[in-house]
């Protein structure tokens, strides 16, 4: 729970942010820059690949951005307050809780360059008797990483216990570090994707 100018905000309201992005992001995408960027004579067309590329980019921007507010966290003054909540004392930070809200926002933006266009890809570039089969196996791809973000999570934290915590001023926590690993993880991905995406020739 985070507090702000007296009130207590939950912190999965946070993923409003997302949502919001995700909402503001697909009709301003596929009705004003697709069209217009497709009415200009430009050299670098915005294919689905390069969407994705673009997408990925930007959620690895996401990434850098949450990990440096967390190292801001680290090193910012901290006081205690009365959590109603769990009935303890909890460690606050002395930062502003909308420091975070870039980093949902530029995470909803990659979602839907990466995801929608992965499922635009998947429907135009595969053969018709396999369209559905392919656009299943990009969703069935998409579950899998939720499903390997919470093995990294459990892994990663039996391996350092101080990982996910309740914030006290002499364990600061080691979620900076865990965001290097998904920063790491992000940035190998993206590099087997360029290659592969590089390599690609439709056969329309």
């Given at each position: 729970?985070?507090?702000?100018?007296?009130?207590?905000?939950?912190?999965?309201?946070?993923?409003?942010?997302?949502s919001?992005?995700?909402l503001?992001?697909?009709?301003?995408?596929?009705?004003?820059?697709?069209?217009?960027w497709?009415?200009?004579?430009?050299?670098?067309?915005?294919?689905?690949?390069?969407?994705?590329?673009?997408?990925?980019?930007?959620?690895?921007?996401?990434?850098?951005?949450?990990?440096?507010?967390?190292?801001?966290?680290?090193?910012?003054?901290?006081?205690?307050v009365?959590?109603?909540?769990?009935?303890?004392?909890?460690?606050?930070?002395?930062?502003?809780?909308?420091?975070?809200?870039?980093?949902?926002?530029?995470?909803?933006?990659?979602?839907?360059?990466?995801?929608?266009?992965?499922?635009?890809?998947?429907?135009?570039?595969?053969?018709?008797?396999?369209?559905?089969?392919?656009?299943?196996?990009?969703?069935?791809?998409?579950?899998?990483?939720?499903?390997?973000?919470?093995?990294?999570?459990?892994?990663?934290?039996?391996?350092?216990?101080?990982?996910?915590?309740?914030?006290?001023?002499?364990?600061?926590?080691?979620?900076?570090?865990?965001?290097?690993?998904?920063?790491?993880?992000?940035?190998?991905?993206?590099?087997?994707?360029?290659?592969?995406?590089?390599?690609?020739?439709?056969?329309?």
């Amino acid at each position: 729970v985070n507090r702000w100018e007296g009130y207590e905000i939950p912190a999965s309201m946070f993923d409003a942010f997302d949502s919001l992005a995700v909402l503001l992001a697909i009709p301003l995408f596929h009705g004003v820059i697709y069209p217009a960027w497709s009415t200009w004579d430009f050299n670098f067309q915005l294919t689905h690949l390069r969407r994705i590329g673009i997408g990925m980019v930007i959620g690895l921007i996401s990434l850098l951005a949450a990990y440096f507010v967390e190292v801001h966290r680290r090193d910012c003054n901290t006081f205690t307050v009365f959590d109603e909540l769990s009935q303890q004392n909890t460690t606050i930070a002395e930062m502003t809780i909308f420091m975070q809200i870039p980093q949902y926002l530029l995470a909803g933006l990659a979602e839907v360059l990466v995801v929608v266009s992965a499922l635009e890809f998947a429907y135009f570039f595969s053969p018709k008797p396999m369209k559905g089969f392919c656009i299943g196996m990009t969703y069935a791809v998409l579950g899998m990483g939720g499903l390997l973000s919470s093995v990294l999570v459990t892994v990663t934290n039996r391996f350092d216990e101080l990982l996910y915590y309740r914030l006290s001023s002499d364990q600061p926590g080691h979620v900076h570090m865990f965001y290097v690993i998904l920063i790491c993880c992000v940035a190998v991905g993206m590099v087997m994707f360029f290659f592969a995406a590089r390599n690609f020739r439709s056969l329309h």
